[in-house]
């Protein structure tokens, strides 16, 4: 399966004399916090997503993301702008495909675009703290929770909310993330 990922790395752009590494290969689950993701990584992680995903997506001959880190500003701005509620999150999502995915008896030669991922890092950071692992781990999750939501997934209610959650850890464990998450309902 061919997989298209326009990484934009805007917030480590912004940041080049930081302490952050350039390079991300080693022990996902180490107590490092600030360690930059690779392109190549991402795209390794997206492809086995994809796979995992693959009864959940139109046929295609590939598929296109967009993947954007950047930070708290950017992404309260954008979630003002397309959510109405001024502040900053952790990750949005903006699908391409909002209806049914289209059934045509022609498959085009180009892949399909599935939409875009925006993640801020400075919130992953904070709940890789919280959280009690490093900043890769979070990334990877939250980048689990939008590609979930391109391919419709959504959690309207607990059930939903845990059906997902069960399913990014999932896709976490395919790229030898462990991740440990409570799934109680309340």
Do not use: C
Request: charged share 20%.
């Amino acid at each position: 399966m061919q997989v298209e990922l326009d990484v934009q790395d805007l917030f480590y752009e912004s940041f080049p004399s930081s302490n952050f590494s350039t390079n991300f290969s080693t022990n996902l689950n180490s107590g490092d916090t600030d360690v930059r993701v690779a392109a190549a990584t991402w795209e390794n992680w997206f492809s086995r997503w994809l796979e995992v995903l693959q009864p959940h997506l139109p046929p295609a001959p590939g598929y296109e993301i967009g993947l954007r880190l950047t930070d708290d500003t950017e992404i309260q701005s954008l979630n003002a702008q397309y959510r109405h509620q001024d502040k900053p999150t952790d990750v949005l999502a903006f699908a391409a495909l909002e209806v049914d995915f289209p059934q045509s008896p022609e498959m085009s030669a180009d892949p399909l675009y599935l939409g875009d991922i925006v993640i801020s890092v400075n919130t992953a950071q904070r709940q890789a703290q919280q959280q009690g692992h490093n900043l890769p781990t979070e990334l990877a999750w939250l980048a689990t929770h939008g590609i979930l939501h391109l391919l419709g997934w959504d959690h309207p209610d607990e059930e939903s909310l845990i059906e997902m959650l069960k399913q990014q850890v999932i896709l976490l464990e395919t790229t030898g993330i462990a991740i440990d998450i409570e799934y109680e309902m309340s």
